[in-house]
């Protein structure tokens, strides 16, 4: 398969593909990215709302928002990641509390070396049976040797939740936040995928920091938006 040829949308700086991150991933080469960021789909195994607070097991519940696939195992997808990321990079996923463990086992099982875990203070809070949940967290791997980077910053980073016009996806997550992580972990002109783009706020953080991207988005409604994106960027 011709990847470029597969590509729904290509530019010079990226490529869109409305597919199963899988099908695509199968055509992909070992070592060819420099940098994967990603905010994976899943779903509760049991829980929801109930007297207003988010009563739950595994991730998180959104309802009627456009997701027909949001249980995909972290087995299936994390070995390719290992698979085509390049020697010496960085890897970074997006995770709530209950998913860290089972996204840490899989990881460290392919051969993944553990670097930090960072903290993203959402700077509002949200109702739960227990305490009222401030928090994301993003687990940082990396492949094979260091790499040296300049790492700024702490690994708590404090950025609000995307709203209004700004609000593309019922998850998206700050621009200047995935900014921030591809500054540290690339260099311009080098190649940064996400598997499970969403509404692509991880192009467009790549796309300012003058990096390539690939994006994977299987639902028509988020792969639509994502193109609208990455468009409207480029016409400026």
Request: hydrophobic share 35%.
């Amino acid at each position: 398969m011709d990847l470029r040829k597969e590509a729904v949308y290509i530019t010079e700086k990226a490529a869109l593909y409305h597919a199963d991150f899988l099908d695509i991933a199968g055509h992909m080469e070992d070592n060819s990215v420099d940098l994967v960021f990603t905010d994976p789909p899943y779903e509760l195994e049991s829980g929801g709302m109930k007297s207003g607070k988010l009563k739950y097991e595994g991730g998180e519940v959104f309802r009627n928002c456009g997701f027909s696939t949001k249980n995909i195992d972290f087995t299936q997808w994390i070995p390719e990641i290992y698979r085509i990321l390049k020697s010496g990079r960085y890897f970074y996923v997006m995770t709530n509390d209950r998913n860290i463990f089972p996204i840490h086992k899989v990881c460290t099982a392919c051969n993944f070396k553990f670097c930090e875990l960072l903290v993203l203070d959402k700077k509002m809070t949200v109702p739960s049976i227990y305490y009222p949940k401030r928090a994301e967290f993003i687990l940082m791997y990396r492949k094979g040797n260091y790499r040296k980077f300049h790492f700024t910053g702490a690994t708590v980073m404090e950025a609000g939740m995307p709203r209004g016009k700004e609000k593309r996806h019922p998850t998206e997550k700050p621009v200047s936040v995935i900014r921030h992580l591809v500054r540290c972990s690339t260099l311009e002109g080098e190649l940064c995928l996400d598997p499970f783009m969403g509404s692509c706020p991880a192009g467009e953080a790549c796309l300012k920091e003058n990096r390539r991207f690939i994006g994977v988005e299987i639902e028509n409604k988020w792969f639509r938006v994502s193109q609208d994106r990455i468009m409207a960027m480029e016409r400026k």
